[in-house]
């Protein structure tokens, strides 16, 4: 690349000032705005995290008080679950790139999505408020009747909060879904979207169908809360288990609120770096829709022991059998894409690497949780920990790293340090099996999970996880310094960096305002890297 | 307890080995399909590294069959996982007819345990070797659940219904038992063992505590004290039902509805006993909700239960009361 | 593509009016979809409860006031006539028909509200409200406590509903009062429109759940 200029005018220097920045409608800044948001709550997860960790290095409860322990974990969950884990990827770079890789000049409704920012911000403050002045100590998945009726802490303040927050993941998901349908760029049909779109389109999807479950839910516990209405009490004729069929109805899908847009990132990331049009493309546009829909009818493998009847058991780990498949599907596709590519190795790559061995171990740990007579032994420990921790830690923030640094040159128009980069990437790989993996095995051996003291014999596997979680936290640390760094003093990245096939390549870096100087024009499909250089005259390899 | 690590916790059922052999192989699929995943990502990775700035890649990017492929074969091994898995959760949850029946109680943060002769324990279960054992279990006030590593097996304990589940430990030994299910601020403390004892030991065991009433004499007792035998006499002559015979049968209720008496039924009728009353009867029986504690409760299902035909008659509907109260 | 005279109400990402009025329209179908989810799991505990213990909830809908809950079918069901017409008076550019339809409305909706108000009273009078004070004559008693849970929780989303539904009218019947709506532009009657309707379906469905099944 030569040593290109940053555009005299783009999106970030088009007006100045606090207020341009709080009032915009620019998507693109709203997105940044979220980027600062989930930020904070990632890190304040993280250093709930490290409280843990610290806590579990000795078999004897001798840090924190139990309550203590018990505010620290829900407080980890509640803010990584629903303030960082589930806006982090759509939010900040969904919201970035949907309407710039459809060639839109913005999301259909730009008011509704700066009102999302603001939900989000209020939701959030709302419950790291309660959660720190006073907490809440029934876990983030506040099953009943612990919260209803025997919980002395802060239940409906932090559950305002995250009820609050669901419009905002409703209002983005609406967002997506109407824009994707209608402002769609002159010969952009669904078919030549790009991966990442149908990746957000699921997830949005989920986010309208599943978040007001979660709200009702929400509701009828504050309720039961407040006026003791009696429909979670056994002792007034409710029921506490039908709590845990509405919450994972939710829950479960949310789960897929937050790997499906990581998977989304990686698509766009291999057919990048291996400069090949991703293998099955409507194979793996399908499965995304197909995990989605499947995942609403999978929430009862969380009760396998809840005393829900065997025969529900049994239909609930076919189906779960099932959602795997896609799953599986895509792992595959992205393998052969890489047959007959011209791969590179990239910060972006690396993340993607990462993601596909963590992926790999979280998907197919998933298997032996769906298995029935297995998870009976499994359930609630850390097996189950160490589980969700592979999916939703070391995929979605593998790949949302490795997304926020394929598209960091477009954002902020400059290079970052491709070695502290492919580093951190590596650190944090390394950091993550370290801390995880001993947890399959504590959790084998019936390690219970939320437990504050435990049995001496799961010592050593504890020490282990917690040594690597100071490697796994310096990695995460790393890329803050490099990437402000770049901000200011990195080298100007030109227009397509990583020569790119995307509509987001084709304009500048930083993009302007309304994104494209002229409105584009599509007339090929996604990822068309051998045909573009046969039109261009130059044979492709390989 | 050794600090060595293992992979694997002792296996002191019989279920354990099914549970652990499963386990072994979804490792050996996980295994080989993560090594087959790294070993074609790292091929592929080198062999068509970029070798010069401009170069793209080719074209081979469907194949239809190749998708059929690696679609039916995971299909497949998650299928036949399913089925085998399926298989022994039936069987965690299906009790044999000759399990003895031992009493749990979950309550913040402690585990009681009666015997079915009568003892008590406290965060503690002798059990004997040998012999299948079956648990039913409530709470007295959150969601517990009750978790035997060594034996694998584990069921959530819930406030107001009954959860059972078996097993039949096959070493002598001492072994954790842990709540799994968050219950508050004890939560991590809420653990006890599981001893397990050759037969004679155990009786030894049984005699040398305070002599207890067996669970079923005591509910005999409480249902003479509570005057319930007042109308539920023997015949069918009481102003209630007969209860000789009721237990694990289909009962006709005023409503025209037929359930199965089970003993989340039976704790209904205690607690509750407008709810589902007996075809023929007027609904005149008044609560017992708070006048019997959770162990009355159970010392009264066990008197009832006691009262089933003998053995050679319950062979005609053994399934009743295993399948519809199992979970 | 054609591009009409460019309008006061177009926004900048949008092309056409045309456009901004199918996103508009999309956007408000794909909210009411959230919203038969949330009601969604209200009746799914209906649904779990009622399947558990018919007598109660029998009982239950015995002791609701069917003439009154009638009325408020009535009156609902008139408000999303006058509502529609309201929609047509937009359509066409009948600012004087707009204002009146959408006051109609308004004015149906709050009577629903007050009626709603007078049901409550009557339920906190005989000790109807689930809680510590609930008490239901004969044998079925606290049985009956779950079912009036749900007809308050159920009902009482509903009038949330009509609530912010009411307050919504406010805000378009300023728009209206302002002239900001003609034939070329008419989204926003279109789509409070929509949420009103589906509101009142929800009515529609609660009547019967509630008073009227069992009852014989």
Redesign the interface.
């Known amino acids: 690349m030569s040593a290109a200029e940053l555009p005299a005018t783009h999106y970030l220097n088009a007006t100045h000032g606090l207020k341009s920045w709080l009032l915009t409608r620019d998507h693109k800044r709203i997105g940044l705005l979220y980027l600062l948001g989930v930020s904070f709550f990632f890190a304040i997860g993280g250093l709930f995290a490290a409280l843990i960790r610290i806590e579990l290095i000795t078999p004897a409860g001798d840090v924190f008080q139990p309550d203590t322990y018990n505010r620290i974990f829900t407080t980890h969950g509640i803010m990584m679950v629903f303030f960082f884990l589930i806006p982090a990827i759509p939010a900040v770079l969904g919201n970035f790139l949907i309407p710039i890789m459809i060639g839109a000049k913005d999301l259909a409704f730009p008011r509704l999505n700066l009102l999302s920012w603001y939900i989000y911000m209020v939701g959030g403050a709302f419950s790291l408020y309660s959660l720190l002045h006073g907490g809440v100590d029934t876990g983030w998945t506040f099953y009943t009747p612990y919260s209803t009726a025997f919980s002395n802490t802060y239940v409906i303040a932090t559950g305002l909060g995250i009820f609050i927050n669901g419009f905002s993941g409703i209002l983005t998901g609406i967002n997506f879904i109407v824009t994707i349908h209608r402002m769609r760029a002159p010969g952009m049909t669904w078919f030549r979207l790009p991966l990442f779109v149908w990746g957000h389109y699921a997830t949005s999807l989920i986010q309208v169908l599943g978040t007001p479950v979660l709200a009702i839910t929400i509701v009828l516990l504050a309720l039961e809360r407040l006026f003791h209405l009696g429909i979670f009490d056994p002792a007034r004729g409710g029921d506490p288990v039908l709590f845990q069929h509405l919450f994972w109805f939710y829950s479960h899908p949310a789960v897929y609120i937050m790997i499906l847009p990581a998977m989304a990132v990686i698509s766009e990331v291999i057919a990048a770096f291996a400069r090949k049009r991703i293998f099955g493309y409507h194979f793996v546009a399908f499965a995304s829709i197909g995990i989605a829909v499947l995942g609403f009818l999978v929430w009862g493998h969380h009760m396998f022991v809840s005393s829900q009847s065997v025969y529900a058991g049994t239909v609930f780990s076919v189906l779960t059998m099932l959602v795997a498949i896609p799953s599986a599907v895509k792992v595959f596709n992205w393998t052969a894409t890489l047959f007959r590519g011209s791969v590179s190795f990239e910060t972006p790559m690396v993340y993607a690497f990462c993601f596909l061995g963590l992926f790999a171990i979280g998907g197919l740990t998933g298997v032996f949780l769906g298995t029935l007579g297995l998870d009976v032994h499994v359930h609630d420990t850390y097996f189950v920990v160490a589980h969700f921790h592979y999916v939703m830690v070391g995929s979605t923030i593998t790949a949302f790293l490795g997304g926020l640094h394929y598209w960091w040159p477009k954002i902020f128009g400059r290079m970052y340090s491709e070695f502290w980069g492919r580093l951190s990437a590596i650190v944090v790989f390394f950091g993550f099996n370290a801390t995880f993996f001993p947890q399959f095995v504590a959790g084998y051996l019936g390690m219970p999970r939320r437990y504050h003291a435990y049995p001496e014999e799961f010592q050593a596997l504890h020490v282990l996880s917690s040594g690597g979680s100071i490697v796994l936290g310096l990695g995460y640390l790393i890329p803050i310094v490099y990437l402000l760094y770049s901000i200011k003093w990195g080298k100007p990245a030109g227009d397509n960096p990583w020569g790119a096939i995307g509509l987001e390549w084709e304009t500048t870096s930083p993009p302007p305002v309304e994104n494209f100087a002229a409105p584009p024009v599509v007339e090929h499909e996604a990822y068309e890297y051998a045909e573009r250089a046969e039109r261009l005259g130059a044979a492709p390899t390989t | 307890?050794?600090?060595e690590?293992?992979?694997?916790?002792e296996q002191a059922s019989t279920?354990a080995g099914?549970?652990d052999a499963?386990?072994l192989w979804?490792i050996g699929?996980?295994v080989f399909?993560?090594l087959l995943?790294?070993g074609?990502?790292l091929y592929?990775?080198i062999r068509?590294?970029?070798?010069?700035e401009?170069?793209?890649?080719?074209?081979?990017?469907?194949?239809t069959l190749?998708?059929i492929t690696?679609?039916v074969i995971?299909?497949v091994i998650?299928?036949a996982?399913?089925f085998?898995?399926?298989?022994?959760?039936?069987?965690?949850?299906r009790p044999p007819a000759d399990a003895i029946e031992y009493f749990a109680t979950g309550k913040?943060w402690m585990w009681k345990i009666q015997h079915p002769s009568g003892q008590r324990e406290i965060n503690e279960m002798h059990v004997p070797v040998g012999v299948p054992i079956k648990v039913t279990m409530t709470s007295e006030?959150?969601?517990h659940?009750f978790?035997i590593?060594?034996f694998?097996?584990?069921?959530?304990v819930?406030?107001?219904?009954y959860?059972t589940l078996w097993f039949k430990a096959t070493k002598t030994g001492t072994f954790?038992l842990?709540?799994?299910?968050?219950?508050?601020?004890?939560?991590?403390?809420m653990?006890g063992k599981v001893v397990v004892m050759e037969p004679e030991a155990y009786q030894q065991w049984l005699a040398g505590g305070p002599a207890a009433t067996s669970m079923a004499e005591a509910g005999e007792q409480l249902f003479g004290q509570l005057a319930c035998s007042t109308c539920h006499q023997d015949g069918p002559t009481g102003r209630g039902p007969a209860l000789a015979g009721v237990f694990g049968s289909q009962v006709r209720l005023a409503?025209g509805r037929t359930v199965v008496a089970d003993e989340n039924y039976i704790r209904e009728s205690i607690l509750?006993p407008?709810?589902k009353v007996v075809f023929g009867y007027e609904?005149i029986m008044p609560t017992y909700q708070g006048q019997i504690g959770e162990e009355g409760l159970l010392q009264l299902l066990s008197y009832v239960k006691s009262l089933a035909p003998k053995p050679a008659e319950t062979a005609a509907a053994p399934d009743a009361g295993g399948d519809g109260s199992?979970? | 593509m054609s591009h009409g005279p460019t309008h006061e109400a177009l926004q900048h990402q949008f092309h056409s009016l045309d456009q901004q009025r199918e996103s508009s329209t999309l956007g408000m179908w794909l909210f009411l979809v959230n919203e038969v989810m949330f009601f969604g799991g209200l009746f799914a505990a209906y649904i779990v409860y009622r399947s558990a213990r018919p007598e109660a909830f029998v009982a239950g809908s015995h002791s609701l006031d069917i003439g009154l809950g009638l009325v408020n079918t009535v009156i609902l069901i008139g408000s999303s006539l006058t509502m529609a017409l309201a929609v047509h008076a937009a359509q066409t550019g009948r600012r004087r028909q707009l204002l009146g339809f959408l006051g109609a409305t308004g004015a149906l909706g709050t009577a629903f509200l007050v009626v709603k108000g007078f049901e409550y009273a009557h339920k906190w009078h005989d000790h109807l409200v689930p809680g510590p004070g609930f008490s239901f004559p004969g044998p079925l008693g606290g049985e009956v406590e779950m079912f009036f849970a749900l007809y308050f929780a159920m009902t009482g989303m509903h009038a949330l509903h009509m609530i912010v539904g009411i307050g919504l009218l406010a805000w378009v019947f300023a728009g209206a009062w302002k002239g900001r709506f003609g034939p070329q532009y008419f989204t926003p009657v279109e789509n409070f429109g929509l949420y009103w309707h589906f509101v009142d379906i929800v009515w529609i469905f609660l009547f019967p759940l509630l008073y009227l099944i069992g009852r014989h």
């Open positions: 307890m050794s600090q690590i293992r992979m694997l916790p279920v099914q549970v499963i386990y979804l699929v996980s399909f993560s995943i790294a074609l990502l592929f990775a068509y590294r970029r070798r010069a401009g170069e793209v890649g080719g074209r081979f990017d469907s194949s190749l998708e690696w679609s995971p299909l998650v299928l996982t399913f085998w898995g399926a298989k022994i959760y039936f069987t965690m949850f913040q006030d959150v969601i659940s978790f590593p060594a694998r097996v584990k069921s959530d819930l406030p107001g219904r959860t954790h842990f709540c799994t299910e968050y219950c508050g601020s004890e939560h991590s403390l653990i409503s509750n407008q709810a609904p199992a979970r």
